[in-house]
């Protein structure tokens, strides 16, 4: 998984590439967001469109991403989920869990 970090309209968005499987992968994630919100950017969208696979490891990641945001006075939103992603999400029933957008204006509206 590699991941990039990009900011607009001050919002930032984590764009999530590859295989979401946990591991390493879930502290290298934990620790962007905990950097963002030390940088008192606690509004994060993270992008999933080039996402190929995700476990139930990869679910922990964004488990973990929405409650540290919650906890911190921030939010997380999911845009441009993929199919077998969004299966997942609702087989696991998270997609109650997680606000899941369309496109980026639509999740930087629902902030």
């Given at each position: 998984?590699?991941?990039?970090?990009?900011?607009?309209?001050?919002?930032v968005?984590?764009?999530?590439?590859?295989?979401?499987?946990?591991?390493?992968e879930?502290?290298?994630?934990?620790?962007?967001?905990?950097?963002?919100?030390d940088?008192?950017?606690?509004?994060?969208?993270?992008?999933?469109?080039?996402?190929?696979?995700?476990?139930?490891?990869?679910?922990?990641?964004?488990?973990?991403?929405?409650?540290?945001?919650q906890?911190?006075?921030?939010?997380?939103?999911?845009?441009?989920?993929?199919d077998?992603?969004?299966?997942?999400?609702?087989?696991?029933?998270?997609?109650?869990?997680?606000h899941i957008?369309?496109?980026f204006?639509?999740?930087?509206?629902?902030?």
């Amino acid at each position: 998984m590699k991941y990039t970090v990009s900011e607009e309209k001050g919002l930032v968005t984590l764009a999530l590439t590859g295989k979401i499987m946990g591991g390493p992968e879930a502290t290298e994630i934990n620790d962007a967001i905990n950097r963002l919100i030390d940088e008192k950017k606690n509004r994060i969208i993270i992008n999933l469109k080039n996402v190929e696979l995700m476990n139930s490891s990869g679910l922990g990641i964004l488990i973990g991403a929405v409650t540290l945001l919650q906890n911190n006075k921030g939010g997380l939103r999911l845009i441009h989920v993929p199919d077998k992603v969004l299966a997942l999400l609702r087989s696991t029933k998270l997609d109650s869990v997680f606000h899941i957008c369309g496109t980026f204006e639509e999740a930087a509206a629902s902030f």
